[in-house]
């Protein structure tokens, strides 16, 4: 749907923060009430992260007002809040190509603008990244100060706590803004959360800038007043000082992060004058200005295309169920089945579907926050206590926690069940969100069991399966978006462990598929049907223990294997090529070709966009085949007694 775009004199003056900065005060003001109009003019069309970018449109104006970008680095954190940034930042042109195949990034990304010096999407990453910056300005790198914004969510993540006790024992100046929305992607969880929540809700002249003993003097007189009382307060409401402060920081706030007034005080305050690392508590609101967002429950954090009018979102296509809510279900009816099942989250209880579990089992599903390192020991613990604990994260998410994994999880052997959406291409959110590893970074593991599931029905049975599996820890990945339109099972059956299935006989070319790319191949041996060429297609739905089996009957009855799987290289085709290596396979000849992600970077657009930039659609798989089907396309020999 088209839409007038809003009319912005002001922000048609800006090709980027210096025209900004030669505004007088209250014209920023006006300046960000147009880039609002904006954000929501542009997230109508392109869809996106459009609560966590109205919550700073106030904050973007101020910073690049305060602060000489990009000499000075200002990185946001998960990047997710940058579409202001990026307009105010010479990209406005460019704005709704937002998210979309060779668009705009839905994230700062260090190759699209000298504006943004550090990529994100992942979040918790910026304050050990402005660090980075800071040390480097102290050793005469030509790089000014370092500022980073990181919400009140991503602070909860055990990393931003590795940076902030660092960066307060180096004592370099630093500017930490936390933008406190008092919103995750979820309502926010954790003790962290609630003391923040504290300070946020303390007397209304909290709101005002509550300085240190260095910044009151700077203050506009009416403020200093409020500022020495809400100082009093903010220490009196935690003893010595704010948590920050203990851990080195000077602690400037809550401010109002909507008044722009407040904001330019305080960041013109704690530039002139800061002397080592200062935080700066912003309070702002997520889906700020704009109704729909502001009332939603999730505030507007990831909305599909929608009438600016009304609010109204883009219906999906209708169709099949996610595999997000098909695992929900199958998870939620295991729980009702055993009390020992329960469920960890990290901070995604929606997006990975537990929230199905939760609406039934309130006290079976933990949400840690931001928090996937805790969560993989967390579900550790409770597999050791003899629970069922199904860890839910995203496979882009859960490589924050490979080392639990190993460490805690695999080398214990303990059965813990890994859940793992996402897997594979992802579209608009991109390469930082692509599920491209967890089969390489899994299937190496001594006692793990992977699975993938062909479509939505097999994903039942692997809950089923990984519910009932206790011997070891057990993973079943399953794309994002909606399913194959299969007929889901009654109740998920239990299946025998390592054991594949063919799914329709051939005798030229075998396809051993893993996971929801089935499809394709089905389609691809269909597409050859024609030409005489006669395609098995097999579905491994476990890449360990591999279905040896159906492996060796597949290479010897066929002139060649190809291998088909929605992950890296490094993956179910080297699992697949070591083992028949391990059983000299090779020695005479087998034709193997292994169709996967290639070794570089797909970026963003739409699943099926960037599976044809792999090179992964039913036509390269079809291709694949021939180069191998037909005599001459390799030196094949049926390899009859291996
Ligand atoms: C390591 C990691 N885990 C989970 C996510 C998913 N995620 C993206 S934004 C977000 C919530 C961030 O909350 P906050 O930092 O408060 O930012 P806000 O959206 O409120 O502006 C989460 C959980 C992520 N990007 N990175
Ligand atoms: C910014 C971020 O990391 C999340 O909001 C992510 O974009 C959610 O992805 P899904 O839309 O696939 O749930
Ligand atoms: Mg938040």
């Known amino acids: 749907m088209t839409q007038d775009i809003p009319k912005t004199p002001l922000l048609d003056r800006i090709a980027g923060p210096s025209d900004l900065r030669q505004m007088p005060d209250d014209t920023l003001a006006l300046l960000a009430d147009e880039l609002r109009a904006e954000v929501i003019s542009v997230v109508s069309e392109t869809g996106g992260h459009l609560g966590s970018s109205l919550g700073v449109v106030e904050l973007s104006v101020a910073i690049h007002a305060v602060f000489n970008t990009p000499m000075d680095k200002l990185v946001w954190d998960v990047g997710h809040q940058c579409y202001p940034h990026k307009i105010l930042t010479g990209r406005r042109d460019r704005i709704r190509t937002l998210r979309q195949k060779d668009g705009l990034s839905g994230f700062t990304k260090r190759s699209e603008s000298q504006h943004d010096p550090f990529g ?9 990244a402005a660090l980075g910056f800071a040390v480097g300005r102290d050793m005469g790198q030509a790089t000014g100060d370092a500022i980073a914004v990181i919400g009140d969510g991503a602070i909860s993540a055990g990393l931003a706590y590795e ?10 100046r630093l500017f930490v803004i936390l933008n406190d929305n008092e919103m995750s992607i979820a309502p926010p969880v954790g003790a962290m959360s609630s003391y923040l929540s504290r300070m946020y809700a303390s007397e209304p002249l909290a709101r005002v800038a509550s300085l240190a003993e260095g910044f009151e003097a700077a203050l506009p007189a009416p403020m200093r007043d409020g500022a020495r009382r809400a100082r009093q307060l903010v220490t009196g409401l ?5 948590l ?3 851990l080195g920081f000077q602690y400037v706030g809550p401010i109002d992060g909507h008044d722009m007034g407040q904001l330019l005080a305080v960041l013109r305050a704690a530039r002139t004058r800061a002397t080592g690392p200062v935080l700066i508590h912003c309070c702002t609101v997520k889906g ?3 109704a729909p967002a502001e009332d939603a429950a999730d505030k507007g954090h990831g909305v599909s295309k929608f009438d600016p009018m009304t609010g109204a979102q883009a219906k999906s296509s209708g169709g099949a169920p996610s595999y997000t809510s098909v695992f929900g279900q199958a998870l939620s009816d295991e729980a009702a089945r055993d009390e020992r099942v329960v469920a960890v989250t990290a901070a995604m209880p929606d997006g990975t579907g537990v929230s199905k579990m939760a609406e039934r089992f309130p006290g079976r599903v933990f949400d840690v926050g931001i928090a996937e390192q805790h969560a993989v020991t967390f579900a550790a613990g409770m597999a050791a206590s003899g629970l069922r604990p199904f860890c839910a994260i995203y496979s882009t998410f859960l490589q924050r926690a490979y080392d639990q994994v190993v460490h805690d999880v695999a080398l214990q052997g303990l059965p813990v069940r890994f859940a793992i959406d996402r897997a594979g291409l992802v579209g608009a959110d991109g390469a930082t969100h692509a599920g491209a590893f967890d089969i390489g970074y899994l299937g190496n593991l ?10 939505e029905a097999d994903l039942v049975h692997m809950v089923a399966t990984a519910a009932a599996h206790d ?17 889901l099972p009654e109740r998920g059956r239990v299946m025998e462990i390592g054991k594949g299935r063919v799914i329709e006989e051939g005798s030229d070319v075998a396809i051993l598929s893993f996971g929801a790319h089935l499809f394709e191949c089905r389609v691809a041996a269909d597409m050859l049907v024609e030409e005489g060429i006669s395609v098995t297609v097999a579905d491994a739905r476990f890449a360990k223990p591999l279905d040896t089996d159906l492996l060796m009957q597949l290479v010897r009855h066929h002139r060649a294997l190809i291998t088909v799987e929605q992950g890296a290289m490094g993956g179910f085709g080297s699992i697949v090529m070591h083992e028949l290596a391990r059983r000299g396979a090779f020695d005479r000849g087998l034709a193997i070709r292994n169709i996967c992600l290639p070794d570089r970077i797909i970026e963003q657009a739409s699943p099926a966009q960037m599976y044809e930039a792999a090179g992964m659609t039913a036509g390269d798989i079809a291709d694949a085949i021939r180069r191998v089907a037909v005599p001459g396309g390799a030196r094949v020999v049926p390899l009859r007694g291996v």
């Not at 994100?120 to 050990?128: D, F, G, K, Q, V």
């Not at 940076?163 to 370099?172: C, K, V």
């Not at 001594?446 to 479509?455: C, E, I, K, L, W």
């Open 446 to 455: 001594p006692g793990m069991t992977v699975m993938a599931a062909s479509d």
């Open 244 to 246: 920050f402060e203990e």
């Open 120 to 128: 994100a999407a992942h979040s918790s990453t910026s304050i050990s």
């Open 163 to 172: 940076a902030l006790n660092n960066a307060g024992a180096e004592g370099r």
């Open 471 to 487: 011997a070891g820890p057990i993973a079943f990945r399953y794309p994002r978006g909606a399913g194959t339109g299969a007929e």
């Open 238 to 242: 935690t003893g010595s000082g704010t």
């Open 288 to 290: 700020k200005g704009y």
